[in-house]
């Protein structure tokens, strides 16, 4: 829903057009994306914040990217500042690439640039995670058990779950839809636990750091190494399993290690 009127509006009236969208939505979260940079209400000799029409659908849009594309704060920022220099509505179509202008010069393409500060995570109900992931909560209960996802116990005792988990649950469900057991996964889920700990390292002594810019320097510097391992384990990955595949269909040879083993193999080849 667009809001048409040309009357600016408090905070509470914004909260209240925006939640039919945005259930979570709330005046502490519209403080805070305000803290972040996202918009800059104008303000009444009072004090009190006031939101143009054109202040709504900048949030609307972000709460749309953060929602839909998992896109950090920081990037929904620029965004949202890149548009609005182009003369691009801010109710445009998500770009495809959320990355694009964070990647720095050198850097091997990702599929996405990984953000480590945990800055605008967001904690999301167990019925949010299963709508926006097209399952079931038998299969977010199993996502729990397989320890793919582990979610927050609230005071009352409900679960939540954050965004990165809200997006294991979807790539969960993609794969059963094909054919994989969520067993499988936990292996795959183990394996990653298992390779975090490279980062672990190498991030230890680094982080350990007097100062906020030197810290935030070298949180940027682990995310960089992160994006990049994160990639060449995907290439490495995908060519394992192209190899494996192509053996097992007979259009490529065995390896020259497998022959060093067995060299009576050879005339097989």
């Known amino acids: 829903m667009t809001d048409t009127s040309d009357k600016p509006m408090r905070i509470g009236q914004v909260c209240d ?38 202040d709504v659908e900048a949030l609307r849009a972000a709460l ?62 167990a019925e949010a995670v299963t709508r926006a992931a097209a399952v079931t909560h038998e299969f977010l209960e199993e996502c729990r058990s397989a320890d793919i996802v582990a979610g927050r116990r609230e005071s009352d005792g409900s679960l939540r779950y954050t965004q990165d988990e809200v997006g294991l649950v979807t790539l969960a469900g993609a794969l059963a839809r094909l054919g994989m057991d969520v067993r499988h996964l936990r292996q795959a889920a183990s394996a990653a636990s298992r390779q975090g700990s490279i980062v672990e390292q190498y991030a230890a002594t680094l982080l350990r750091v007097p100062g906020a810019d030197q810290r935030e320097h070298a949180i940027r510097t682990v995310e960089q190494v992160t994006s990049q391992l994160v990639e060449f384990m995907r290439i490495a990955f995908v060519r394992d399993v192209k190899l494996s595949t192509q053996r097992a269909t007979g259009s490529v040879p065995a390896p020259a290690s497998d022959l060093q083993r067995n060299p009576a193999a050879a005339h097989l080849i």
Do not use: N
């Open 17 to 54: 057009l925006l939640r039919p969208e945005f259930p979570d939505i709330s005046i502490s979260k519209l403080r805070f994306l305000q803290d972040k940079g996202i918009i800059e209400p104008a303000r009444t000799p009072g004090g009190y914040r006031v939101y143009t029409p054109a």
């Open 64 to 125: 749309q990217m953060q929602r839909d594309e998992f896109m950090p704060l920081r990037v929904i920022r620029e965004e949202l500042r890149r548009r609005l220099e182009s003369d691009t509505p801010v109710t445009s179509s998500p770009v495809a690439r959320r990355d694009a202008a964070y990647r720095p010069a050198g850097m091997v393409p990702t599929a996405g640039q990984v953000r480590l500060d945990g800055t605008g995570d967001q904690y999301v109900s």
